[in-house]
Nanobody, 120 residues
Framework: QVQLVESGGGLVQPGGSLRLSCAAS????????MGWYRQAPGKERELVAA???????NYADSVKGRFTISRDNAKNTVYLSMNSLEPEDTAVYYC??????????????WGQGTQVTVSS
């Protein structure tokens, strides 16, 4: 049993910053990678950023240079620091984890989503 719990969303003005957190808990043996996806109204869910347990990162072109993904392996937690936010960043942000459970199976899990709204 694995759960991903997200926090940190909210309303922010253009140019502002937010930091999202996602903590994975349960019978986890190891985490291969964690990432953030987002889905805006009328659009498909898209990858925002991802990070492996070793620290390799990948970003969508639209957020590169503005967002930073990081993780605390000891806490099974991933963060998304969002700077210079734009109205186009408004979406529901979902945490994702690819992990191996304590009984040896690889699964992909999703968080419940947290709303980020960028508006004046």
């Amino acid at each position: 049993q694995v759960q991903l719990v997200e926090s940190g969303g909210g309303l922010v003005q253009p140019g502002g910053s937010l930091r999202l957190s996602c903590a994975a808990s349960g019978r986890i043996f190891s985490i291969n990678a964690m990432g953030w996806y987002r889905q805006a109204p009328g659009k498909e869910r898209e990858l925002v950023a991802a990070i492996t347990s070793g620290g390799s990162t990948n970003y969508a072109d639209s957020v590169k240079g503005r967002f930073t993904i990081s993780r605390d392996n000891a806490k099974n937690t991933v963060y998304l620091s969002m700077n210079s936010l734009e109205p186009e960043d408004t979406a529901v942000y979902y945490c994702n984890a690819n992990l191996i459970t304590s009984w040896g199976r690889t699964y992909e899990y999703w968080g419940q989503g947290t709303q980020v709204t960028v508006s004046s």
